[in-house]
């Protein structure tokens, strides 16, 4: 009896962490992102100052410490080897680097400032909402990588713990809801 409540419990936590719902696939569809940039975005500089380098190392500093967990499994509430969710990642990888930062993925929505998803840099965050009844922001990723119009993101997934994925995946795209940056 105790095993089999155990095994429940365990499935339901699995299942409420980092928000599990039905993939959603979107074949011979062509699935755009609906986040549009605000004013200010556009009013940015292309000239590259010392600040951005400066922000742009230390973006490369806390995406190196977060690729250190790649494959570590899924842990609801975890935020080291043994285990991790997605918010706990993130957290884990600023402290690293001296930056205190909220602990739960609806709280990190509230930082820094939002910006459109075409200007997405390395160190960005991108929120999503995975639950089909969620009102609020329940997953976070970490930009990796932006090659053109693919956007590559760390985060840790309930199935296959720390990985790095695409927004360009149908799941992703669809549960996308924001974009910020803190750095």
């Given at each position: 009896?105790?095993?089999?409540?155990?095994i429940?419990?365990?499935?339901?936590?699995?299942?409420?962490?980092c928000g599990v719902v039905?993939?959603?696939?979107?074949?011979?569809?062509?699935?755009?992102?609906s986040?549009?940039a605000?004013?200010?975005?556009?009013?940015?500089?292309?000239?590259?100052?010392l600040?951005?380098?400066?922000?742009?190392?230390?973006?490369?500093q806390?995406?190196?410490?977060a690729m250190?967990?790649s494959?570590?499994r899924?842990?609801?509430?975890?935020?080291?080897r043994r285990?991790?969710?997605c918010?706990?990642?993130?957290?884990?990888?600023?402290?690293e680097?001296?930056?205190e930062?909220?602990?739960?993925s609806?709280?990190?929505?509230n930082q820094?400032?939002?910006?459109?998803v075409?200007k997405?840099?390395k160190?960005?965050?991108?929120?999503?909402?995975?639950?089909?009844?969620?009102?609020?922001?329940?997953?976070?990723?970490?930009?990796?990588?932006?090659?053109?119009?693919d956007?590559?993101?760390?985060?840790s997934?309930t199935?296959?713990g720390?990985?790095?994925?695409?927004?360009?995946?149908g799941?992703?795209n669809?549960?996308?809801?924001?974009?910020?940056?803190?750095?």
């Amino acid at each position: 009896m105790a095993k089999k409540i155990f095994i429940i419990s365990s499935l339901v936590l699995l299942l409420v962490g980092c928000g599990v719902v039905k993939k959603k696939t979107t074949y011979g569809k062509n699935r755009t992102v609906s986040v549009e940039a605000t004013e200010t975005d556009s009013l940015v500089s292309n000239k590259t100052s010392l600040p951005e380098v400066v922000e742009d190392e230390k973006a490369e500093q806390i995406i190196s410490t977060a690729m250190t967990f790649s494959g570590v499994r899924y842990k609801f509430g975890g935020t080291s080897r043994r285990g991790m969710d997605c918010s706990g990642l993130l957290y884990v990888s600023f402290k690293e680097h001296g930056i205190e930062f909220p602990r739960i993925s609806y709280e990190m929505a509230n930082q820094g400032r939002k910006i459109g998803v075409k200007k997405v840099r390395k160190g960005d965050l991108l929120f999503f909402k995975t639950r089909k009844r969620g009102k609020r922001i329940n997953h976070v990723g970490l930009v990796v990588d932006v090659d053109g119009d693919d956007i590559k993101f760390i985060h840790s997934t309930t199935s296959r713990g720390v990985i790095v994925s695409s927004l360009r995946e149908g799941y992703w795209n669809h549960a996308f809801v924001k974009a910020t940056r803190v750095l």
